[in-house]
């Protein structure tokens, strides 16, 4: 007998069951963190993902309001990874909540109290990277919120011959981009420097991560920003390029126009990956500034964090937000006017002032304007004073008997145009943050004669929580979101007063029925959201491996039941545009009256689109089709006379540039494609 003991030992050597290590106990206090330890001892020294290493972790922990709570593994070698974050809404308790990679369920789709075996949300196998496992873990266990508190009963963690494992990002269509922070932890307050570097070896190319990095290498400042989106478990970051010394250095990152201050914008909130990127280009296209962005797949620390928004950071700069540079020694006359920008945010009584006006139909609703630029911290009190007088005096004018006069009113003061489509853009998307919160304005400085420079609306931002059912009765496409302005930061309800302007509410319903006709018709908007489902079709698999939320309620609540996979989802989005559009179709303030070219019949896919539209210098022609060799492509003014002209053998081309066009009067156009006996046309308009 003893012999058969010895010998069954030499087929199973020690380790090859599991074996577990049970940690202590403590307390879950309201907006603290606790580390509850667990001392591992055993024979082997280093864990690994593919022979030995860490197999689960289980957790019993009581607590009144799960969603509360933020639950991580931290490993000796201080390694921190993530298990849990904001699940189980307002149920209660952890009860034999066993974590493992071979579950077949990720804990975001459970229910509290979450007996069983789960996925963890974050890559729990990334400990297992060859450190020895002997010495102290913790359970890491943060109560974000008030009111609810609880203990951890017991916690273990299991090691064993299948060990945990995650996914490691090796090549990709997407760029990649690799941040480095050298043992130190990113903050929400200050930026620590880090090293950061971008592969990209151009459209249609692969990019390896063995690749040089081609686009970036250098020195970055690094931190996490955001709100609600911090939140979340993918981390949103703010980016600054540095040099060695940590001075700011100008550098263009993939085909975008150089500047220092860059943005990381996290998905997890937006299983489309496309709600930010589809507004931001349709404002673009009809003719304003709107901050560029690409995709790209990201890994921090050597850990794949999926597909991220890399953007512009909204900022004052020739090729951003192009207002005049407004220095601490310009305080009086044309050079106090400007440039400023200003928001509608969250604030506090150092960085905004008060509005002397709040919204009709909410007396008690208070409004704060937040400094932008110059910041809070640099503008002088003449800037301030500037600033604010010049919006106290277009409020004024705005809830005057006179507002809709067109010299004295409010237009003295705001530029319409923009206002308009910073109002169709808010309302096709049924932005729930679009009126206050990351809302933008700027204001240039005067002309030399004295005359204003006006206020004008947008960039456009911030978009995660939009184009989706997150209220009852909404599942229609119904609801406007200006008629509602208090809410947890109260919005200005300026487009109340606005739209009881008939002229202005004829501007809106005019314009909308201008660009129903190109970048607002549903075919236009699918093929866009198709062609970001095409592009991130790989990496989005990768993306909810690491994150397991598709299938589940996570970030923003919606009505409806999740998507179980990422073709749904686009889908999902695709028949919301439908249902929105059809709805604002029929409700969309004001009428056609006076419209010029009114009443051209929305075009079909296989026509053709023409943006940006307002058009400035030039105007670009895309067509589903080949035509022939007899083509004519006129630009005609409100008149009919012909102001640009392409004419001949068109059969190879599906991309027409009309240029030069910076001299045409502001106004309508019509733009009409004839091939043979067959004529197209659309309405555009030109805007300086």
Not at 27 to 33: A, G, K, R, S, V
Not at 103 to 116: C, E, H, K, L
Not at 257 to 275: C, G, M, Q, T, V
Not at 356 to 362: A, K, L, N, R
């Amino acid at each position: 007998m003893k012999e058969l003991k010895i010998l069954l030992l030499a087929l199973f050597p020690f380790g090859i069951f599991g074996q577990t290590f049970v940690g202590g106990t403590g307390p879950i206090l309201d907006y603290q963190t606790i580390d509850v330890p667990n001392t591992v001892s055993l024979p082997q020294t280093e864990i690994n993902t593919t022979t030995f290493g860490l197999e689960t972790v289980c957790i019993n922990l009581t607590h009144t309001y799960l969603a509360d709570l933020t639950i991580s593994l931290v490993a000796p070698d201080g390694t921190v990874k993530l298990l849990m974050s904001s699940i189980g809404g307002g149920d209660d308790n952890l009860v034999n909540t066993c974590l493992n990679t071979t579950a077949s369920v990720n804990i975001t789709n459970g229910t509290a109290p979450f007996t069983g075996n789960f996925q963890p949300m974050g890559p729990m196998g990334a400990v297992n990277n060859g450190q020895n496992p002997n010495g102290t873990w913790y359970l890491r266990v943060s109560d974000g919120y008030g009111q609810d508190q609880g203990a951890v009963q017991d916690w273990s963690i299991t090691f064993g011959s299948q060990p945990a494992n995650y996914f490691q990002l090796t090549e990709s269509d997407l760029p990649i981009v690799v941040i480095n922070t050298n043992g130190q932890t990113i903050d929400n307050d200050v930026k620590i420097m880090a090293d950061m570097g971008i592969i990209y070896n151009g459209e249609g190319n692969r990019n390896h991560l063995s690749d040089p990095f081609n686009e970036y290498n250098g020195k970055i400042g690094i931190e996490y920003r955001g709100n609600y989106s911090l939140s979340l478990p993918q981390k949103p970051y703010a980016l600054e390029l540095v040099d060695d010394l940590g001075n700011s250095i100008d550098s263009s990152l993939i085909g975008m126009p150089a500047e220092h201050d860059w943005l990381l914008i996290a998905n997890y909130n937006d299983k489309s990956f496309a709600r930010n990127v589809v507004p931001f280009e349709l404002f673009e296209s009809m003719g304003h500034y709107s901050v560029r962005s690409r995709y790209a797949d990201v890994i921090v620390n050597d850990e794949y964090q999926g597909i991220y928004l890399l953007t512009e950071k909204i900022k004052r700069d020739s090729n951003r937000v192009d207002i005049s540079r407004l220095d601490s020694t310009e305080l009086f006359g044309q050079s106090v006017s400007g440039g400023y920008i200003i928001k509608v945010d969250y604030w506090n009584t150092n960085d905004s002032w008060l509005s002397s006006y709040s919204p009709i139909g909410f007396p008690t609703a208070d409004v704060h304007f937040v400094y932008y630029y110059p910041k809070a911290n640099n503008i002088m009190q003449e800037q301030k004073d500037y600033i604010q007088t010049f919006m106290y005096s277009f409020e004024y004018a705005l809830y005057s008997n006179y507002f809709d006069h067109l010299s004295l009113g409010y237009r003295r003061y705001i530029n319409t145009s923009s206002f308009v489509d910073y109002f169709i853009i808010s309302e096709l998307t049924r932005n729930n943050d679009g009126y206050k919160k990351s809302r933008f304005l700027w204001k240039d400085k005067d002309h030399a004669d004295g005359s204003y420079r006006k206020l004008h609306a947008g960039p456009v931002w911030d978009f995660d929580w939009s184009q989706k059912d997150i209220y009852w009765g909404s599942q229609d496409g119904s609801g406007f979101m200006y008629q509602d302005p208090d809410q947890d930061v109260n919005a200005p309800g300026w487009y109340i007063r606005l739209l009881q302007d008939t002229l202005f509410a004829n501007e809106v319903r005019c314009r909308y029925d201008d660009l129903r006709r190109n970048i607002l018709s549903l075919p236009y908007i699918h093929a866009k959201i198709d062609s970001i489902a095409l592009k991130l079709n790989e990496s989005q698999d990768w993306h909810f491996q690491t994150w397991g939320n598709m299938g589940a309620a996570t970030g923003t609540w919606e009505v409806q039941s999740p998507s179980q996979s990422y073709a749904e989802e686009i889908t999902k989005l695709k028949d919301w545009y439908t249902r929105r559009i059809t709805w604002l179709d029929q409700n969309m303030p004001g009428t056609l009256n006076g419209c010029s070219m009114a009443g051209l019949e929305e075009l079909p896919l296989d026509e053709f689109v023409a943006y940006p539209n307002p058009f400035n210098d030039e105007l670009i022609i895309e067509t589903a089709e080949v035509y022939g060799k007899n083509v004519s492509i006129r630009l005609l003014d409100q008149m009919g006379r012909e102001v640009a002209k392409i004419e001949g053998d068109l059969t190879s081309a599906k991309t027409i540039q009309l240029n030069g066009l910076s001299e045409l009067m502001t106004g309508f156009y019509l733009l009409e494609i004839q091939d043979g006996t067959e004529k197209r046309s659309i309405k555009l308009t030109h805007s300086r």
